[in-house]
């Protein structure tokens, strides 16, 4: 007999829900895709020179494990000048290959086998299996459209054992746009006090919120040290490719990922590293002009998305919006399937983000206005065939 030769904890995890059909649609021609969540605008020009500056000047050896001083110094003033939040640049913060290694680390520094993870759906894709490579297992807690997607504090401490180690947070959330009200995010706090747990907080979308303010979650009173702040440059600054993140936390739990990451990655490309200084001492003008061209396409998509008959959730941050299409008659696979063939635009099933989001499906409005408005006649074209 043969000995198995893949993990079981790799055979438990499924692929990532968000490919298949966008495999599928590579393959046909004309088509929209309002389904990978990245930018469709191009790196500013500010910071790719800087990038190019710092290979011409030969800058392409390692750099510290932490990533260059210069950064995490900038880094520190920048969360310091958005949150009021102070954390030490050689001890306290780490950059990492994109906010993924930030949280895959994370996780296997501090869940032991068996540790449970408390996570809110619909979430990222990423969430439940970065619990499960570190040997703990994930436990989902669902929101509704009815609560704006926020997680409540009832919902959460119903999932605390005796096993809970960390809640893992993700807002402005992806798939749904909703972000997380102050009042929420201090039910959470006091849970975490009350039960002495971690609290993973992905702010991969801090910057891109409208018409409300985004509490990061260490900036609470007495959440900064049981906080693991994970944060990066791809959306805001339209960097999906130069693969850049960062973690901030306490001393002792920072130098354990640093841990990791030394034995796994070494250091975080250093042209990415010149170009992320550029990002955060030059990139805000930039920031400003890219949100301000997201909230148009959000109010376009959403009234139009709401005209054609499909009931609608507003988001207030990252850029997808989260329309319910079980009032057709249809599971979300078979909305997305009938879409991409009959009309050939890409969305992704809401369920791939969890249980919670069956019967609606993630559009990216991260498109050009004209693709999404072409994308809203085809739509409206495919629901009336229906």
């Not at 807002?171 to 972000?179: Q, R």
């Not at 993973?200 to 040290?225: C, K, N, W």
């Not at 050009?368 to 408005?373: C, K, L, P, Q």
Request: hydrophobic letters at 40%; one cysteine or more; glycine letters at 8%.
């Amino acid at each position: 007999m043969t000995r198995e030769r893949l993990s079981a904890r790799v055979q438990s995890v499924p692929p990532s829900g968000i490919r298949r059909f966008f495999d599928i649609a590579a393959t046909m021609d004309n088509v929209i895709s309002l389904g990978i969540g990245e930018p469709d605008f191009v790196t500013p020009y500010t910071i790719t020179q800087a990038g190019i500056r710092s290979l011409q000047q030969g800058k392409t050896a390692y750099t510290s494990n932490s990533g260059t001083i210069e950064l995490r110094q900038e880094l520190q003033k920048h969360l310091n000048h958005l949150y009021g939040l102070n954390y030490d640049p050689e001890n306290e913060l780490l950059i990492t290959v994109g906010v993924s290694e930030a949280l895959q680390n994370a996780m296997l520094a501090t869940i032991d086998p068996g540790d449970e993870v408390i996570i809110p759906e619909p979430c990222f894709v990423a969430y439940g299996p970065s619990v499960v490579f570190a040997g703990g297992v994930p436990v989902y807690v669902s929101t509704s459209v009815e609560q704006e997607f926020q997680v409540t504090r009832e919902a959460i401490e119903a999932a605390i054992t005796p096993k809970t180690k960390a809640i893992l947070i993700g807002y402005p959330n992806n798939p749904t746009g909703a972000v997380m009200s102050r009042e929420r995010l201090l039910d959470i706090a006091a849970l975490a006090e009350q039960y002495d747990l971690l609290v993973f907080s992905d702010e991969i979308y801090d910057r891109l919120v409208y018409g409300v303010e985004h509490t990061s979650f260490a900036q609470l009173p007495g959440m900064r040290d049981r906080t693991i702040l994970l944060g990066g440059f791809s959306k805001a600054y339209a960097m999906t490719g130069w693969r850049l993140g960062w973690l901030a936390a306490s001393a002792e739990i920072a130098n354990a990922v640093r841990k990791i990451h030394q034995y796994a990655i070494m250091s975080a490309p250093t042209v990415a590293q010149y170009a992320g200084l550029a990002a955060l001492q030059t990139g805000e003008e930039d920031v400003q002009r890219m949100v301000s061209e997201y909230d148009r396409r959000r109010q376009v998509i959403v009234s139009g998305l709401r005209q054609i008959g499909l009931p609608t959730f507003e988001p207030q941050g990252a850029f997808y919006v989260f329309p319910q299409v079980s009032g057709l008659g249809l599971t979300s696979e078979a909305f997305v399937e009938g879409l991409l063939y009959g009309e050939k635009v890409a969305v992704v099933p809401g369920d791939a983000f969890g249980p919670s989001g069956a019967g609606f499906v993630r559009m990216c409005y991260a498109t050009s206005m004209d693709n999404i408005e072409t994308a809203l006649e085809r739509i409206e074209r495919y629901v009336r065939s229906l």
